[in-house]
């Protein structure tokens, strides 16, 4: 095995002394493996911070396309796996908390509506680096999102950190709660919180 791809799988399983040889010993530090994945992208999408830490330590780009189809960065993994720690890392070192990598793909909405209730520690850390609470990936805020999703407690902590309560959010609960009966309470739940938002129907 080349020291790349040992690179790349020490990064992957956060073995951060391996890592560190391996930089020493001249490993290219983002040079893609034959899967076309290099060691910060690995290190992002795991959560392992004092890896990711080394990586950047050592000159690997914050910025760099990731994903297997180069379709992502390294922030847009850790946040959408709610990695809060590596997100901080990756923020320190300058990476972009706009709309970014090839499918234009925004942070904040990765951790606001990625799994069951989304990443909540994670948000706050990109609004608390001054992320735009109401930034619009795919045509829908953060908070539109999560009422599609039905994540009542995500919607609760937007609005309690200002997001801009609108008329899609709503529409999209209505939409959805006729959709998926089974799930009418949960969405009725996100209707009310809008409302007492202050949107009308």
């Known amino acids: 095995m080349d020291g790349v791809e040992q690179l790349t799988r020490a990064a992957k399983d956060g073995e951060a002394a391996v890592v560190a040889r391996l930089l020493s010993a001249g490993a290219g530090v983002d040079t893609p493996n034959t899967a076309r994945r290099t060691a910060l992208d690995l290190a992002a999408r795991e959560g392992h911070a004092e890896t990711v830490r080394l990586l950047l330590a050592a000159g690997a780009d914050p910025q760099q396309q990731t994903g297997e189809y ?23 070192a300058g990476a972009p908390i706009c709309a970014q990598g ?10 606001a509506t ?17 992320t ?32 801009t309560p609108t008329g899609k ?3 999209k ?8 009966p089974k799930a009418a309470e949960r969405y009725a739940l996100i209707i009310d919180a809008l409302h007492a938002a202050g949107v009308e129907d």
């Open 70 to 92: 180069d379709e992502s960065t390294p922030l847009c993994q850790a946040a959408m796996h709610g990695h809060t720690e590596v997100v901080r890392v990756l923020l320190d």
């Open 102 to 111: 090839r499918m234009g793909h925004v942070p904040l909405v990765l951790a």
């Open 114 to 130: 990625s799994g069951d209730q989304g990443h909540p520690q994670t948000v706050d850390l990109l609004l608390d680096h001054g």
């Open 132 to 163: 735009d609470i109401d930034a619009v990936m795919k045509d829908k805020t953060s908070l539109e999102w999560a009422a599609l999703f039905g994540q009542v407690p995500m919607v609760h902590h937007l609005l309690a950190r200002g997001a």
């Open 169 to 171: 959010a709503l529409r």
């Open 173 to 180: 609960a209505h939409e959805h709660a006729k959709r998926f």
